[in-house]
Structure formats: structure tokens, C-alpha cells
């Protein structure tokens, strides 16, 4: 039995510009939206909202 020449059975595929294009597009929408969400998340944290607000001072 003989085995296949690999370098025969390979093909290079690449992907054209337009699916460069839409994949370019769908990155950096979710990448934006991830940001939005953290800055969403980080300003409503419980820690940010007590940091804020001024502390108590017991007078005698």
C-alpha cells in the first residue's frame, strides 16, 4: 500500500474581501457593545455607589 502525497491533498482556502469585510464589521460591534456593558456594569456597581456617597461624622 502506498500513502497519499499530504502536500497533494492541501489547499489553501482564503477568505474573500467582503467576508473579511462582515467579520471586520461583527468584531468591532461586539467588541463596542462589550465596552458599553462594562462601563454600564462599572458605574452601577455597589462599590462605586457607597465611594460616592460622604461618610457620617458622629459630633460630641
Sequence with gaps: T???DLS???????I???QLYTL???LGSASMLL???YHFL???SEDHINAD???AVKLK
Design 2 to 4: 502506498t500513502t497519499p
Design 8 to 14: 497533494s491533498l492541501r489547499t489553501t482556502i482564503m
Design 16 to 18: 474573500s474581501d467582503s
Design 24 to 26: 471586520a464589521i461583527f
Design 35 to 37: 465596552i458599553i456593558l
Design 42 to 44: 462599572e458605574v452601577n
Design 53 to 55: 456617597q460622604p461618610k
